[in-house]
Nanobody, 123 residues
Framework: QVQLVESGGGLVQAGGSLRLSCAVS????????MDWFRQGPGKEREFVAGISQSGRNTAYADSVKGRFTISRDNAKNTVYLQMNSLKPEDTAVYYC????????????????WGQGTQVTVSS
């Protein structure tokens, strides 16, 4: 059984930074591609960033490229999302997800999901 638990969300002013973490309970964590999605108020869930099983390959949505960085520590079974230069439009519930391919942008391609963590960016 694979469980994902996000943490690190909160309220931050525009221009600020937050670091999200996702702890994964899985013996096979290093074989799972990990991604971050987000869902804003009244919006569909959207892809934010993905990282391959080894951590060597990453992918980002255009809206966060250059501001967000995804990383993982396979020794700690944890994936991170460093978010800098935050904007009010980044306000959303952020979810980590696990699957076979890090670059897939459709939520239906991911088997494992966390419960989400709220990120609110004030202007």
């Amino acid at each position: 059984q694979v469980q994902l638990v996000e943490s690190g969300g909160g309220l931050v002013q525009a221009g600020g930074s937050l670091r999200l973490s996702c702890a994964v309970s899985a013996r096979t964590f290093s074989s799972i591609a990990m991604d971050w999605f987000r869902q804003g108020p009244g919006k569909e869930r959207e892809f934010v960033a993905g990282i391959s099983q080894s951590g060597r390959n990453t992918a980002y949505a255009d809206s966060v490229k250059g501001r967000f960085t995804i990383s993982r520590d396979n020794a700690k079974n944890t994936v991170y999302l460093q978010m800098n230069s935050l904007k009010p439009e980044d306000t959303a519930v952020y979810y980590c997800a696990g699957g076979a391919f890090y670059y897939k942008t459709n939520p239906s391609d991911y088997r494992y999901w966390g419960q989400g963590t709220q990120v609110t960016v004030s202007s």
